[in-house]
């Protein structure tokens, strides 16, 4: 699970005035623009913006980008981005099926739902024949299915969704079959399907390189280590050391204003994305508890 990935940290946006709602739109389309590197996007449910990056810096850049357009905006607390995926494969045939007076709405839909490599996103593909979901429907159920990937609403903090859904099989109705009658059936779908099966969340690792004063070396060591760093070696370089460690980027979050703190200004420091490590269920930091916000909310179709 070594895969380069932009959406490391993010934070959320919000425009305290209402009116500013359509600037804050252009600004995060602008940003988008500007900055492939970045994840921005408008959430419809609130009208606030989610912006995710590799780096603290990168996401400092985008707020002062930000500044250009002059919006009046509240900005929420650095947050680090998991990864989740289900641990085994599902598969679910839903059918809904309504009917209100002379009018109906039909979708049936047979999903199997299997985990994806952390870093590798949502697929989604059809492998359906002879027209039994007509091509007119798809987009419907994969709007469908990234409703529910990108609501937010499975955990308690923010995630990417790392899952492979495959269309398979299903049935229409020439009169009451739609689009959007295939987004319900497969919203429900995809939700029974997290619902049968167990989750796993991933945080990211960081290749983290310190250069050093050696009278200063010792006493970073240490502070490495307390934020459940592993010490994978240390290489003199004249009156320097440059220690090489792996650290939970969730204990990396302003870690320049430490290092200086302990070293005096003296040291300077790397860190790059590495791989993704499945969260212990047994979690040993008490205010850090992720795996106790792998719940799933009931929520219906």
Same mark, same amino acid.
């Given at each position: 699970?070594?895969? =380069?990935?932009?959406?490391l940290?993010q934070?959320?946006?919000?425009?305290r005035?209402q009116a500013d709602g359509g600037?804050l739109g252009?600004a995060?389309?602008s940003l988008r623009e500007?900055n492939?590197?970045?994840?921005?996007?408008?959430?419809?449910? =609130?009208?606030?913006?989610v912006i995710r990056? %590799?780096?603290e810096?990168d996401l400092?850049?985008?707020l002062?980008l930000?500044k250009?357009f002059?919006i009046?905006?509240?900005?929420?607390?650095?947050?680090v @981005?998991y990864r989740?995926?289900i641990t085994?494969?599902v598969?679910?045939? *839903?059918?809904?099926k309504?009917? =209100?007076?002379?009018t109906?709405?039909?979708a049936?839909? #047979?999903?199997?739902?299997?985990p994806?490599?952390?870093g590798?996103?949502?697929?989604? #593909?059809s492998t359906t024949?002879?027209?039994?979901?007509?091509?007119? *429907?798809?987009?419907?159920?994969?709007?469908?299915?990234l409703?529910?990937i990108?609501s937010?609403?499975?955990?308690?903090?923010? @995630?990417?969704m790392?899952i492979?859904?495959?269309l398979?099989d299903?049935?229409f109705?020439d009169?009451d079959?739609?689009?959007?009658?295939?987004e319900? %059936?497969s919203r429900?779908?995809l939700?029974e399907a997290?619902?049968m099966t167990?989750?796993a969340?991933?945080?990211?690792?960081m290749k983290?390189e310190?250069?050093?004063? #050696?009278? !200063?070396?010792l006493t970073?060591?240490?502070?490495? #280590?307390?934020?459940?760093?592993?010490?994978?070696g240390?290489?003199?370089?004249?009156?320097?050391?440059l220690i090489d460690a792996?650290v939970?980027l969730s204990?990396?979050?302003?870690y320049?204003d430490?290092?200086?703190?302990?070293a005096s200004d003296s040291a300077? !420091?790397?860190?790059q994305f590495? !791989? *993704?490590?499945?969260?212990?269920l047994e979690?040993?930091d008490?205010?850090?508890r992720?795996a %106790?916000?792998?719940r799933?909310v009931?929520?219906?179709?």
């Amino acid at each position: 699970m070594g895969k =380069t990935d932009f959406d490391l940290v993010q934070v959320y946006v919000d425009p305290r005035l209402q009116a500013d709602g359509g600037r804050l739109g252009f600004a995060i389309k602008s940003l988008r623009e500007q900055n492939v590197c970045l994840n921005a996007r408008i959430d419809p449910a =609130t009208g606030g913006a989610v912006i995710r990056a %590799a780096s603290e810096a990168d996401l400092d850049t985008a707020l002062d980008l930000m500044k250009r357009f002059h919006i009046d905006v509240e900005i929420g607390p650095l947050q680090v @981005v998991y990864r989740m995926t289900i641990t085994n494969s599902v598969e679910v045939d *839903y059918t809904h099926k309504k009917r =209100t007076g002379t009018t109906g709405e039909f979708a049936r839909v #047979k999903l199997i739902t299997s985990p994806n490599e952390a870093g590798n996103g949502f697929q989604f #593909k059809s492998t359906t024949v002879n027209n039994i979901v007509p091509d007119t *429907y798809i987009p419907g159920i994969e709007k469908g299915l990234l409703s529910v990937i990108e609501s937010g609403s499975l955990t308690d903090v923010p @995630v990417v969704m790392d899952i492979n859904v495959v269309l398979v099989d299903g049935a229409f109705h020439d009169i009451d079959s739609s689009e959007l009658t295939f987004e319900i %059936a497969s919203r429900a779908a995809l939700l029974e399907a997290l619902r049968m099966t167990y989750m796993a969340l991933f945080e990211p690792v960081m290749k983290v390189e310190v250069v050093a004063p #050696k009278d !200063h070396a010792l006493t970073i060591i240490e502070d490495l #280590k307390s934020r459940s760093g592993r010490i994978r070696g240390q290489v003199s370089r004249g009156d320097d050391v440059l220690i090489d460690a792996m650290v939970p980027l969730s204990k990396m979050l302003g870690y320049a204003d430490t290092l200086d703190a302990l070293a005096s200004d003296s040291a300077t !420091h790397a860190i790059q994305f590495d !791989h *993704y490590l499945q969260v212990s269920l047994e979690h040993p930091d008490p205010p850090f508890r992720p795996a %106790a916000a792998m719940r799933l909310v009931s929520v219906g179709p």
